[in-house]
C-alpha cells in the first residue's frame, strides 16, 4: 500500500514506509569533487563522474524498474538467501503479499538509510548510503540484525556490477569494451582499471580506477571475491538468482588478476553466528579514481563503524550548513519543503542538466541559461565567489552578443564550437543582466561594471549566421584586436552589446527574432520565421534595468568607454524604431565590423545618455507591443508570446479553443510592459484558461490540438508533458515572481502555493521533498531536482513575499506575506546570510492580518553583543539597514523584528 512522507525534524528529514509501493523515486547522493549516484530505495541507480566514467551502468527512469545489476547485499543463512535491499527473485514474487518485507525509508540531504524487515527470514537490515561532500566515493553501510529468537549463521554478500567506462558504450561496443578490462583483487576489494577509454573518434589511454572495497564493522577483510558478474551470477543464473550467492560457492582470493570480462564487485564477507538481537556491520566503498593510493587512503579514514558514522554525521552538517537559509511560516511542512528547493540549487552546480535517471540526456555540463540562474540562489546562500564567478562568465560572451553555449569545466572556460552554423538562443543575453543586477543589490558592487573581460571568439560570426574562415586554433577562443591583442571590455559594454544586438535583431512583425528557441527549449522549428515577444518584452524590462545601473553609475563614472564598433547600436538621435530595413542593415553593419577582430578605437559615452538612448528604445517595445500583441478575450485577454515560422500569431481564440501561453504573460508583467489593468485581465484568463489545482497549478500552455511543425517539438509531445502544457514549475515561479512585483500578491501566492502544495500531496506527486521541472497531467512530478525552478522559487519566497532583500548592498524590508503564511502565534521568520552576516528577520503580525490590509509600522535589531534592543527607522512601510550599519554588525545572531500592524 502506499503511504504518505513524514517529515522527521526541521532540517527536512523524511520518512516513507513502503516505499516499494511507488515507481520512479529515485534520490542524489554526491560530491562536491564530482562523484554523482543515483539511487532508489532499492538501492538500483548509477553513479558517474562525468559522461565517460561510470562506475555502475547508465541507468534511465524506466530502468529502476527492470535493472536489477546495481547495488545488492546479500545475507546467506541457513534458511536461504536473503537480499538486505529486497532484490531477489523470491522477494519480487512476494511483492504485494502478506509475506511481503517491511521497509522504511528515511533520508535527509544526501544521505539515504532503508531498513528491512524479514519475518520469513528473522532478519533486519539497514542499509545506509551516502557520499562524503569531498571524496570520489559512495558509502554503504549495511548493519544486520538476527531478529530470530534462536542464533543465526549469516554470511554477508555485497554484490556491484563494476561497468567502468563510458555512458556511450552502452549502445556503442558494450561487449568490446568489457575486454578492454583489467579486474584485479585486492585484499579489500575488486578494481578495474580499463586498458582505454574506447571511442572511435580517437581512443585514449584511460588512468581511471573503478573499484568496490569492504570491511567488516571492525575493519577485518573480506573472505573473498567474486570479481566477474559470469563468475558472480554463474551459466543461467540472473541477478535475482545468483548462483555464487544460492549455491554459495567458493570466492576467490586477494591477488587475483582477470582480463576482459565484465567485473563484479562481489565481496564475500567471512560467517558470523548472530544471538539473538546481535547485529553485524559491513562497509562498503564504491569508488572513481586515478590515484591507486586512494582506496587505502578512504579505508583508512572510513574502514571501521566509528568511522563511517563519523563521515556520514560531517556529511550532513556539511550540506545542512550549506543551505543557509530558513524559513518558518504557517506550515511547518512548507518550510521543510524548502529546506530541499534551497539544496536543489546545490545539486543542479553538480549535475548540471544530467545524470538523473530522468535526466537520461546531454552529457553533463549546464546549459548557459542555466549556469547564470543558479547563480541567483548562490547570491541569496553564498555570495562570496559569486563576483568572480560573474565576471569570468561574462568571457563567454562574443562581440556579436551570441555567447559560447558549450561550458567547460572550471571557472569560465567556454568550448569553441566548430561544428559549423551554432544554434542561437535568443533568450541566451538576458539572464546575465538579471543575475548581475542582483549581485549588485545585494552587495552594492556597482563597480563590477566597469570590470574589464575579454570576449569569446570562436568560428563563429555574424551570430551565428557566417563562420568565420579567417579564425583558426591558433588565434585562440579570446576575441582580438586588429594589432593582434586580446581585447578586453567593461562588463557593461559586454551587457550592452548583448541586448542592443538582440534589439536590432527583428523579425517582420518588428519582434525579436525567435532563432533556435528561447527559455523554452521545445520551440525549435520556427529559426526563419519566428518571433518571441514573451522575450522581448523580458529585454525591454531589462533595458530599462540597464538603464537604471548607468544612471547610478554616472555618479562616479563620467566617461563611459566603449570599442568603438558600439557607435553603430548607439547611433543618435535614435533610429526610427519602425524602420525593419533600417535595424537589419545596423545589426549587418556592426556584425560585420566585428566579424573576425576588433579595431581596439574606442569612443566615449556619457552614461546619461546612454541610460536615455536604452529606456527610449524599451519604451517604443513596450508600446509596441501594448499596441499589437494584446488578444483581447470579453473583458480579459492576454498577450500573444509568439509568431510561427509563417509569421502567424500562436496565440489567440481558435477554433479548438483558446489558444494562450504563459510565458508571454510572465514577461509581459514582470517587464513592466502590462499595464495594471492588463495585470488583472492576463491573471483572469490564466485563472480561466491554464489553472488546473490538481496538476499543481498553471499550466504553460492550452492544448494547441496540432502538430504545429512551424513552430516546435513541443507540440509533437503529449499535451501535459514536459514543454506542452504541463504545469511547468519554472515558468509558474517566474509568473508568480512577476505578479509579486507588480503588487499582485494574493495572485502570486496562489501561483507559488499551489505548486509546493503539488509536490507534497506525495499520493500524487510521487516524489520525495523538493520542486520537480514539472507534474504532468496525472500531478506526477518529474524529472525531480534538477531544475531552474528551484532557484527562483527561493529568491521569489526570500525577496518578494518576505520581501528581504538587497538594495545596492544596504538590506531592505517589506514583507508581503499573506495571512495563512503566519503561524500561530503571529509570525512569520526567514533566518538567512546577508552582508557576510547572519540575520533571523521576524515579521510579527499579532492580529493575524491580510496583506493590503497591514502596514509595516515598527522595527527593531537586536544583537549579540549588545542587550538593547535599537529602533530601526521605517518609510514608507519598509525598513532600510544601511551597508555602514551592516558593516558594523556582529558575524551572528542578528536579529531584526518587524511589526505588521
Ligand atoms: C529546462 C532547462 C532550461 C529550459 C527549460 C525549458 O528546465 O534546464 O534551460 O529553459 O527546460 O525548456 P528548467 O531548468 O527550467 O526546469
Redesign the pocket.
Same mark, same amino acid.
Given at each position: 500500500m502506499m503511504e504518505k512522507i513524514r517529515f522527521l525534524d526541521e532540517n527536512g528529514t523524511f520518512e516513507l514506509r513502503n516505499p516499494e509501493a511507488v515507481s520512479g523515486l529515485y534520490f542524489p547522493l554526491a560530491s562536491e569533487t564530482g562523484l554523482k549516484s543515483a539511487i532508489a530505495p532499492d538501492l538500483a541507480g548509477d553513479s558517474k563522474l562525468d559522461q565517460e566514467s561510470f562506475l555502475l551502468e547508465p541507468v534511465s527512469i524506466e530502468d529502476l524498474r527492470n535493472s536489477r545489476g546495481t547495488r545488492n547485499f546479500w545475507c546467506v543463512t541457513e534458511k536461504g538467501c536473503w537480499s538486505a535491499s529486497g532484490v531477489s527473485a523470491e522477494q519480487e514474487a512476494a511483492r504485494f503479499t502478506p509475506d511481503q518485507d517491511e521497509s522504511v525509508l528515511t533520508a535527509g540531504f544526501l544521505w539515504q538509510t532503508v531498513r528491512r524487515t524479514s519475518r520469513r527470514y528473522g532478519l533486519q537490515a539497514e542499509l545506509t548510503a551516502f557520499v562524503p561532500p569531498d571524496e570520489n566515493v559512495e558509502i554503504l553501510e549495511a548493519r544486520v540484525t538476527n531478529r530470530d529468537a534462536a542464533p543465526q549463521r549469516v554470511t554477508g554478500v555485497a554484490a556491484v556490477p563494476i561497468y567502468g567506462r563510458s555512458a556511450d558504450n552502452l549502445r556503442d561496443h558494450r561487449n568490446v569494451t568489457s575486454m578492454l578490462h583489467r579486474i584485479r583483487t585486492t585484499k579489500y576489494g575488486v578494481q578495474v582499471k580499463p586498458t582505454m577509454s574506447f571511442d572511435e573518434k580517437g581512443h585514449r589511454e584511460n588512468r581511471r580506477i573503478y573499484y568496490v572495497c569492504g570491511t567488516t564493522g571492525n575493519g577485518g577483510a573480506p573472505a573473498g571475491f567474486y570479481p566477474t558478474v559470469q563468475e558472480f551470477v554463474g551459466e543461467g543464473g540472473t541477478f535475482l538468482h545468483p548462483r555464487a550467492v544460492c549455491e554459495d560457492r567458493e570466492a576467490r582470493p586477494a591477488g587475483m588478476e582477470i582480463d576482459g570480462r565484465e567485473a563484479m564487485g562481489g565481496i564475500r564477507f567471512p560467517e558470523v553466528t548472530l544471538g539473538p538481537g546481535e547485529t553485524s556491520v559491513y562497509l562498503i566503498f564504491l569508488g572513481i579514481t586515478e590515484d591507486a593510493g586512494d582506496m587505502d587512503r578512504i579505508l583508512t579514514a572510513c574502514g571501521t563503524e566509528e568511522r563511517v558514522h563519523a563521515a556520514l554525521e560531517r556529511t550532513k552538517a556539511y550540506w545542512q550548513d550549506k543551505v543557509n537559509v530558513r524559513y518558518q511560516t504557517g506550515s511547518a511542512d512548507f518550510d521543510r519543503l524548502m529546506r530541499w528547493v534551497s539544496l536543489q540549487p546545490l545539486l543542479r552546480r553538480i549535475y548540471g542538466?544530467s545524470f538523473l535517471p530522468h535526466h537520461d540526456y546531454g552529457r553533463g555540463g549546464r &546549459?548557459w541559461?542555466?549556469l547564470w540562474q543558479d547563480c541567483l540562489s548562490l547570491l541569496l546562500m553564498d555570495p562570496g565567489g559569486v563576483g568572480e564567478m560573474i565576471q569570468a562568465s561574462f568571457g563567454g560572451v562574443r562581440m556579436d552578443g551570441t555567447n559560447a553555449t558549450i561550458i567547460g569545466e572550471g571557472l569560465g572556460n567556454f568550448i569553441a564550437d566548430r561544428n559549423g552554423i551554432a544554434r542561437v538562443w535568443m533568450d541566451h543575453a538576458l539572464w546575465p543582466l538579471m543575475t548581475t543586477k542582483l549581485y549588485i543589490d545585494q552587495t552594492g558592487d556597482l563597480d563590477i561594471l566597469r570590470a574589464k573581460v575579454s570576449y569569446f571568439k570562436d568560428p563563429q560570426a555574424m551570430r551565428g549566421t557566417e563562420i568565420d574562415g579567417q579564425w583558426d586554433p591558433a588565434y585562440g577562443n579570446r576575441q582580438r584586436t586588429a594589432s593582434g591583442e586580446v581585447y578586453t571590455g567593461s562588463i557593461l559594454e559586454h551587457l550592452l552589446i548583448q541586448h542592443l544586438t538582440a534589439f536590432y535583431e527583428v523579425g517582420e512583425h518588428n519582434i525579436f527574432r525567435l532563432r533556435g528557441a528561447d527559455?523554452?527549449?521545445?520551440l525549435d522549428m520556427a529559426t526563419e520565421r519566428g518571433e518571441s515577444v514573451a522575450f522581448t518584452c523580458a529585454y525591454a524590462g531589462n533595458l530599462k534595468d540597464l538603464a537604471g545601473l548607468l544612471r547610478r553609475l554616472a555618479e562616479t563614472w563620467k566617461n563611459v568607454e566603449l570599442a568603438e564598433e558600439l557607435e553603430e547600436l548607439l547611433r543618435t538621435p535614435p533610429m526610427a524604431c519602425d524602420d525593419l530595413s533600417e535595424k537589419k542593415a545596423v545589426l549587418e553593419r556592426y556584425t560585420r565590423r566585428c566579424a573576425h577582430n576588433v579595431s581596439g578605437g574606442t569612443i566615449r559615452v556619457l552614461p546619461m545618455e546612454l541610460a536615455e538612448n536604452l529606456e527610449g528604445k524599451a519604451d517604443w517595445l513596450m508600446e509596441h507591443i501594448r499596441r499589437q500583441e494584446w488578444i483581447a478575450d470579453g473583458r480579459d485577454g492576454w498577450f500573444n508570446s509568439y509568431y510561427d515560422n509563417h509569421g502567424q500569431p500562436l496565440e489567440g481564440i481558435a477554433e479548438t479553443g483558446a489558444r494562450m501561453m504563459l510565458t508571454g504573460q510572465v514577461f509581459a508583467i514582470m517587464s513592466g510592459t502590462a499595464t495594471e489593468e492588463q495585470v488583472k485581465a492576463i491573471a483572469r484568463s490564466a485563472d480561466k484558461y491554464l489553472y488546473k489545482k490538481e496538476e499543481g497549478g498553471y499550466r504553460l500552455n492550452t492544448d494547441f490540438h496540432e502538430l504545429k511543425f512551424d513552430m516546435g517539438r513541443m507540440f509533437g509531445f503529449a499535451y501535459g508533458e514536459k =514543454?506542452n502544457g504541463a504545469v511547468f514549475?519554472?515558468m509558474t515561479v517566474m509568473y508568480a515572481n512577476a505578479l509579486y512585483r507588480r503588487g499582485f500578491v494574493r495572485e502570486g501566492y496562489k501561483a507559488l502555493q499551489t505548486l509546493a502544495d503539488a509536490a507534497l500531496d506525495f499520493e500524487s506527486s510521487k516524489i520525495y521533498p523538493g520542486i520537480p =521541472?514539472y507534474f504532468n497531467a496525472e500531478g506526477r512530478g518529474m524529472y525531480h531536482y534538477l531544475? &531552474?525552478?528551484a532557484s527562483w522559487y527561493m529568491l521569489t519566497v526570500i525577496t518578494e513575499a518576505f520581501g528581504v532583500r538587497g538594495e545596492n548592498g544596504s538590506l531592505a524590508i517589506a514583507p508581503k506575506l499573506v495571512r495563512e503564511q503566519f503561524g500561530e502565534a503571529g509570525t512569520a521568520s526567514l533566518a538567512l546570510p546577508f552582508a557576510g552576516k547572519r540575520f533571523q528577520v521576524i515579521a510579527v503580525n499579532l492580529s493575524r492580518k491580510d496583506y493590503g490590509e497591514y502596514r509595516l509600522e515598527k522595527a527593531y535589531l537586536t544583537t549579540a553583543d549588545g542587550p538593547q534592543m535599537r529602533r530601526l527607522p521605517v518609510a514608507e512601510g519598509r525598513v532600510l539597514l544601511d551597508r555602514a550599519l551592516l558593516d558594523r554588525l556582529p558575524v551572528t545572531e542578528n536579529q531584526i523584528t518587524v511589526e505588521l500592524m
Open positions: 542538466c &546549459g541559461r542555466d527559455w523554452n527549449d521545445a =514543454e514549475s519554472h =521541472e531544475t &531552474g525552478a
